[in-house]
């Protein structure tokens, strides 16, 4: 198990926890205000027992507020639970959540009087008890680290003096979650092996970079600047821009000084983040599980229209109803993508992976209808529930072309950061079919570096009304 796969792990703990601890907290809360008796003597209400009915129907709007306000302080961060700062930055969260829940309370349930005593005993059981559970994950979390589970693998290239002090500190903090698996020469007249670091394994030469971040498993790089020079720095830029890896650099002091937002903290230590993975954390999560409902809902409800095609194209033309072909998705995995069959059953024989052009003559009759609504796209809704591409993101190439196109298109192989999709920001801004590929890459650069939750439902919305409007 990799450290990104336990972090994945622990925020849906933590989100599955805390959906529980929230509920639990308004029945603890509403029993020590009306049932326990040890809040008579201050409390102000008059008459009988509030129906506990109308506090449960607090919970879901109570949970929608805290979840959203906890994403918000970026409390959903193994990295995070275990920092001095977690309890303030919970008080505030528990703060703007009881603000934010008397607020809609006041516009959703006016027509209750709540006890506001329950609120704020619901918040206090919440501080104490998310706090808790952030503690008690961040334990489980180095106890399973110390068995070697869930470790980040860490390599470094170049090497100077700020190179010794974070080998030193690395070393030095065994409970980190991270291991240094070795070192990388930045430069071919730079020999690593002859400095003081000579215990540290020499992985190999930057010429290697792409090479070595496979075989090791690696999933941070630091670059040692200016010790690695500029141009090599591109080099393992433009290698690396399909491998789902984080990229950072140690900065001079002068550098770190003007860095600003762009300077981050790695165990204490100052450094430069050229690259993040995207989609990670609880909006990855959420944005998998729209995708498993989404997909889900789409195969039952448009089964019988599929059913229907299917039938249809074996009566067209001979051959089998479903076509798969194998595409390329993140991190340049390999999977078979499903469409219903739009040409010829020979139509690839003697001419091999093509881009299909609008007036195709390989196209038979129903299969030019059907790719003018799309519907040949309809079983990919399962590549999406198995998880080999999402509902949103760049469109999946054929693994024929990769090559072709990563050595004369640039930042290509960035699409692969990501899961492919089934529609995405290129194809609703009408860059389809036959369109400047170079034009689609940047339209799929500017969507990965800024996705967000939002962004992915606005794109199904215009792909939904594209459809529509044909």
Known sequence: MSKKTLDHLLIALT????????????????????????LDALALHQGGTPPFNDYLRLIPVTAIIWLLILKGFKLYLPDEYAKSSIFWNLCKASVIALIGTLAALFFVYHNVAYSRWVMLLATGFNLVFLLICRLVFHRFRQAIQAQGVGIGRVALVGYDERSMQFISTLNSKSNSGHKLVGLIDGEE???????????????????????????????????????????????????????????????????????????????????????????QGVSGIIKRLIDIVFSLFALIALSPLMLIIAVAIRLDSPGKAFFTQERVSRAGKRFDIYKFRSMHADAEYEVGHVWAKTDDPRQTNLGRFLRRWSLDELPQFLNVLKGDMSLVGPRPEMSGLIDTFQDTIPHYLARQRVKSGMTGWAQVNGLRGNTPLEDRVNYDRYYIENWTIGLDIKIILRTVLAIIKG
């Open 15 to 38: 989100v599955l926890c805390d959906l529980c601890f929230i509920a639990t907290a308004i029945v603890i809360a509403y029993w020590v205000r009306f049932e326990s008796g040890w």
């Open 189 to 279: 007249d730079t020999d690593i092996s002859h400095t003081e670091s000579s215990d540290v394994e020499l992985l190999g030469n930057c010429d290697e970079i792409l090479e070595i971040v496979q075989k090791h498993r690696l999933d941070i790089l630091f670059i040692t600047s200016p010790v690695v020079a500029n141009h090599t720095i591109l080099h393992i830029l433009h290698v690396c821009e399909g491998i789902p890896i984080q990229i950072y650099v140690l900065p001079e002091l002068s550098e770190f000084i003007k860095g600003g937002s762009a300077v981050t903290d790695f165990e204490g230590l100052p450094v430069l983040e050229l690259r993040d993975t995207p989609m």
